[in-house]
Nanobody, 129 residues
Framework: QVQLVESGGGSVQAGGSLRLSCAASTISQYTVDDYYMAWFRQPPGREREAVAIIDKIGNTRYTDSVKGRFTISKDNAQNTLSLQMDSLKPEDTGVYYC????????????????????WGQGTQVTVSS
């Protein structure tokens, strides 16, 4: 069982930065390094989409629209997942969710919300032009 709590959302003007954090409460000796983890977002009126994914050994993938602007990272000691978002655009607006799963085979499968076992409650990010 994993409990995820996001923080760090807010309102910012285009070109600004935000850093999202996800605190993970894991069972027993497990840490964030034992899970696949990801950030998803849900823009207003649209479906939830994968933004950034990190596997158990630190390999990362990003959706094309955020490449070069967002950075996903894990801190095993703090048991947290982060998303550094720079050069924000209005189209980055949405509710951002932290997700975790013990195992998902293949990067393509990790793009799908149904593959993920655990979700946070979400944090709102609003970027104004």
């Amino acid at each position: 069982q994993v409990q995820l709590v996001e923080s760090g959302g807010g309102s910012v003007q285009a070109g600004g930065s935000l850093r999202l954090s996800c605190a993970a409460s894991t069972i027993s000796q497990y840490t964030v390094d034992d899970y696949y983890m990801a950030w998803f977002r849900q823009p207003p009126g649209r479906e939830r989409e994968a933004v950034a994914i990190i596997d158990k050994i630190g390999n990362t993938r990003y959706t094309d629209s955020v490449k070069g602007r967002f950075t996903i990272s894990k801190d095993n000691a703090q048991n947290t997942l982060s998303l550094q978002m720079d050069s924000l655009k209005p189209e980055d607006t949405g509710v951002y969710y932290c997700a975790a799963a013990f195992w998902i085979a293949g990067w393509q499968n990790r793009l799908h919300t149904e593959a993920w076992e655990y979700w946070g409650q979400g944090t709102q990010v609003t970027v104004s032009s």
